[in-house]
């Protein structure tokens, strides 16, 4: 196996992490996810579970990817032999990811041409759900695949495998570079409109204003330290396959610093953006701000179309930019998790990138299309549900709890100072062997019981059954399978890149 490809600049480590990090989570998640937990109390919350949980396991988790070089398989099986059925755990997880997760882009890009023409008129809610999924009478009902979704989601696949074939350097990070910064000027854009809006900061209020009576809430902070792990790409192989491409002298504590930071600040941002629109609307139709956000999908694709209708000969304007955003965001995270899941054939099968690619995204591609059918926004919903809160949640946990107790972690500690400008000490030792498990113990479990006592959503249980609880088994064990099979090359356990 040839030399291990890198990154060319630092600059575009940072826009490729970055974009990873800045999802469609960002722009639907996290606006809604405030407002509906106290407000400014909920940033603070996540400021919290940021300092404690978010940075340290970034940090972790660029450092062990650059000391051990390797993706999520690769790099915990250099930590331990015993250790490399956790990272095709986080690889399948990533699969189970990206086949509904790119649908959702296809989505955003359809709405980029429904923005020229508004074309929900003004019944944005029926659009969604009737003219354009199509959406059935429940999750077994597909009703076919969605003629008007699959020409979006062959251009979504489509960039995604040009970036990643093409190479980390030549590919992805060139994308990022472009994207992440167009990213960000049209959202700062759509926010500086948006604040000058006439309501808008009744909007901004519902948004920020804190709710002091929230801050012994549990609810609140497991929903800050729940979103934080799928938020910033932690825990499923992402950051560990990125920092596997970092030249040797690379500052870790302050690229996982800039990462998080960037990605909380474009959090803020798009808030702003969306919610200052919002209370335009709510204010034009002399309502409260309460009475028209909505959250998730709805917030995303019904409830703000709703609001840029109210914007007059600008709609259009407004609406292409919020979904080409939305698009832009969507895309540099689906490349990162493929990535993260192609880098793990690579280093198993000494496999070629290109043929990698080939493989792995034409079978994800295939999948795909099965949530681009009439059931796909139920399948949609059970999926995330499960791989996000039990997937995402018990794989970080089982990551810290190895890590941090049955490994040398003052060796990783050892590993980034010297080459880092901030150097980390007992905060993060303590952070990622005590914070961490018990915060991600705390929310799994609480959530594990909550389903087992109420069917999630109440979907019928054969449903969760198949797409919830199945998926989970498949992770799990297929994760062991995985990692039963023999490598390619078992020399490169042991030697190769190891710094
Ligand atoms: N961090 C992304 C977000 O906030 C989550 C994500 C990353 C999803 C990578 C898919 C792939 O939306
Ligand atoms: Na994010």
Redesign the pocket.
Known sequence: MGQREQWGTRFGFIMAAVG????????W??PYMAADNGGGIFFLCYLFALLTAGIPIMILEFGIGHKFRGGAPLTFARMNRNWEWLGWWQVLV?FF??VY?VVVIAWAISYVGFSITQAWGDAPKDFFFGKFLKLTGGPFELGGINTQILLPLILAWAVTFISIYTGVKAGIERVAKVLIPVLFFMVVFIAIRGVTLPGAAAGLNFLFEPDFSRLLDYKVWTAAYGQIF????IC?A?MITYASYLPKKSDIVNNAFTTCLT?CSF?LLAGMAVFSILGHMAFTQGVAVKEVASAGVGLAFITFPAAISTLGSAAPLFGVLFFLALTF??IT??I??NE?AIAAFMDKFNMERKKATVIYTGTAAACSLLFATGAGLYILDIVDHFTNNFGIVFGGLLEVLLIGWLFNLKSIKDHVNPISDFKVGNWWLFSIKVVTPLVAGYTGIMTLISDLKKPYEGYPPDALFWMGWFVLIVIMVGGILMASVKWKDEQSLVKGGVT
Do not use: H
């Open positions: 990873s990090a800045v999802g469609l989570g960002n722009i998640r996290f990533c990811i990206a997760y799928f938020d910033l790409s499923f992402i990605n959090s965001a969507g995270s689906l990162s998790i993260a």
